[in-house]
């Protein structure tokens, strides 16, 4: 009797010694393969804000001045000072504000900048967006002729620079954004926050591509080009109404 | 402009119904390239035969500032009565780099930029403390901010964010030393305004445009309205106490 369980419990860890060595969960392909690098979407799941009901605020905190919001244009919204007032509305947002802390300490005027961004929905949250196989459409490039003048300050630039032929022709030839003839003179360096926004996009594009000063920027439409500043006041009106027209 | 205006010691003094306001700078407390925020300048500087070079060069081209003041009609301001010489120095000097750059040309206002440096007391200065908010807060237009506008309700949302569209970037300090007549002629050369203040005068002017290198002359522009000296403007030989300037203006 004793020997018939010994026989039994033998075979049974000889089997099971077996079955473990062999990792029975690993598959394996036999024949031909390579290996490649391929893009993989990976879905994050994160809890956002999502605003019920409008209209409502989105409040920065008081006490500072010059509140500076920004917000798309997707959504209709009021500003007073530290509290942007958001009437109409969907879908995701974004909101950013810049404020500043003044104060005056042993006669200086003390100035803190700081800023805020949030991220929200209004509604419903979209379901997020496909991977677009197509490229970014290009910018929108503001038809007309747009003439930027760039130099460094603390170097000295010739007198032709700044003369009144120069002035006179671009102020004819060159279109009106706000209201005013599209050509600036700007130092390199200059970050042209305040441009009318078809000059910011041309500065915001040329800007990085400037690689000696003095230098022209001349756009006409979709076309824009970099030039040093040519030697004379001649050369250079020839090089503007080259792209300008006579 | 007509025949300069040649200002002296005989016809410095100030009209009734003005003011001037210049505190001079302490160089010993201050002394220059030491104020935080305000670089050494950083020109070269011309030589005498680039200088008159390029006083020709202004004239053939029709390129300095004073050439830029006709071009684009600006007009002196008005500090009237009130001590801020100091404020409008810089305020006028902005407004030379904003014709310099083609921006649409505003009356800028003094009263604003000299009321906030000042924490909107009466009280006088040097161009140190208008430059200083200019930078920090920006200036508005007279437009934003009225003529003899002091109060400090004026400034508000709706001013700061006013100001704000307009603020220097750079600016420099100008030695107070025997070169600063070389200095300030290059800068004028270089269609860079500079707010000059003469401790005998009490008064802080913009100056905008070499008028000769020998003998030395240049021209300034007050804020004593147009009536005053030829168009708001005068030629002098004065050698300054203090000098100081905006270069590039957002």
Known sequence: ?246 | MAEPFILTDDNCQIPVGFETGLVPRDFEAQPYGSIEGLPAMALPEFSDEEIQDRLNDQEKYKSSLLHMRADYKIRSLNQANYPYCWAFSTTKAIMYLQARMNKPIEELSGWMLGSVASGFVKTGGWCENSMRAAREVGVCSLAEWPQGGTGRSLWNEVTKLAAAKRKVVEWSDIPNDNRNIRILASLLLSNIPVMVEHNRWSHSVCAFYLRSWKPFKYDIDNSWTPNWGNDGCSTMDWIPDNMACPYVVD
């Open chain 1, 1 to 246: 009797m004793l020997f018939r369980y010994s026989v039994v419990f033998l075979w049974g860890f000889v089997w099971t010694s077996i079955l473990l060595s062999q990792e029975p969960s690993k598959l394996t392909i036999r024949g031909e393969t390579k290996v490649e690098e391929v893009e993989r979407h990976v879905v994050i799941k994160e809890k956002v804000t999502v605003v019920t009901k409008l209209p409502f605020t989105v409040e920065a905190p008081v006490g500072g001045v010059a509140y500076s919001w920004e917000f798309p244009s997707s959504i209709a919204a009021s500003r007073t000072r530290n509290i942007l007032t958001v009437t109409e509305g969907k879908g995701q947002v974004r909101v950013s504000v810049e404020w500043s802390t003044a104060e005056l300490k042993a006669g200086n005027l003390v100035v803190t900048p700081f800023s805020a961004e949030l991220l929200f929905y209004i509604g419903e949250v979209a379901p997020p967006p496909k991977p677009d196989p197509k490229p970014d459409p290009k910018p929108v490039v503001p038809v007309g002729f747009r003439v930027l003048l760039i130099h460094e300050s603390q170097e000295k630039s010739p007198a032709f620079f700044d003369g009144r032929a120069v002035k006179e022709y671009l102020d004819s030839k060159t279109v009106k954004d706000e209201g005013h003839p599209s050509w600036r003179r700007l130092d390199k360096d200059q970050a042209g926050a305040n441009l009318p926004k078809e000059l910011k996009l041309l500065w915001e594009a040329a800007k990085p591509k400037i690689t000696t000063v003095p230098a022209v920027v001349i756009a006409v439409n979709e076309q824009v080009t970099i030039h040093a500043l040519p030697k004379d006041e001649q050369a250079l009106l020839e090089l503007l109404k080259k792209h300008g027209g006579e």
